[in-house]
């Protein structure tokens, strides 16, 4: 069973402060996804990873994909209270379909003012 | 999440009704997906929907459970005899064709805001 570990689970942090979410699994997938979710709403989709070793900025977001694509981060530059979300990340373990996804259980993030 | 729109956004049931989930998509989308996610929990796939066309529901249960696609009108999520374990945000999503189509073309799924399914 494939699986994707998000990590951590829950984190607050304060406004200004700089963090780290973690998506990891033991296995490789073709691309995967990052997704914000706000409470009552559908995930929205923030950025696609396909490249082993990728890195890709959103603004104060920058994502990454594991050389060997089982694994990817999302680092938050001096996070503001808009920033406050649950993050999911769905990895897509197929090469020519996208609807399989696994996802993760996600990180509940809170910005305090 | 403009665009795909699902209804209603709460639902309330008691264990032995039905429940019909509605899902619209996206302007120009002939391509639906369900999934469900429980609190805590991340989304799991159920049913991949063309045009009177079922794809693949290999994530849905085989049994009380089932969806379309019509011609016209909206996708419909129907679960008979809903019991407790039923409950969960199901979300629709729409995407204009089969999204990944070749290794690099990652087409994103538009996401509806969830239907919140209660049993009582």
């Known amino acids: 069973t494939q699986l994707l570990e998000q990590s951590p689970q829950f984190l607050s942090i304060q406004e200004g402060e700089n963090l780290t979410v973690y998506c990891n699994s033991s296995?490789?997938?073709?691309?995967l996804q990052w997704y914000r979710q706000e409470p009552g709403e559908g995930p929205v989709l923030l950025v696609t990873?396909?490249?082993g070793g990728e890195v890709k900025k959103l603004k104060r977001l920058t994502f990454q994909f594991g050389d060997a694509r089982k694994d990817s981060s999302l680092h938050i530059t001096a996070a503001q209270p808009g920033d406050t979300g649950l993050y999911l990340c769905?990895?897509?373990?197929?090469?020519?379909?996208?609807?399989?996804?696994?996802w993760g259980a996600g990180t509940k993030l809170i910005i305090k003012p | 999440n403009a665009g795909v729109m699902q209804n209603p956004r709460h639902l309330v049931r008691r264990r032995g009704q039905e429940a019909r989930l509605r899902c619209s998509p996206m302007?120009?989308?002939?391509?639906v997906y369900w999934y469900r996610q429980l609190p805590e929990e991340g989304l799991k796939f159920m049913v991949y929907?063309?045009?009177?066309?079922?794809?693949?529901e290999s994530g849905m249960p085989k049994e009380r459970f089932s969806a379309e696609f019509p011609k016209e009108g909206p996708s419909i999520l129907r679960i008979q005899q809903v019991v407790r374990g039923d409950s969960a945000a199901y979300f629709c999503?729409?995407?204009?064709?089969?999204?990944?189509?070749?290794?690099?073309?990652?087409?994103?799924?538009?996401f509806g805001d969830g239907t919140r399914l209660s049993i009582l």
């Open positions: 999503a729409s995407s204009p064709r089969r999204t990944g189509q070749g290794w690099n073309s990652n087409q994103p799924q538009h």
């Open positions: 302007k120009g989308h002939s391509h």
């Open positions: 929907l063309q045009k009177e066309n079922i794809i693949d």
């Open positions: 296995s490789v997938f073709s691309s």
């Open positions: 990873v396909v490249t």
């Open positions: 769905a990895g897509n373990p197929f090469r020519d379909s996208n609807y399989q996804l696994i």
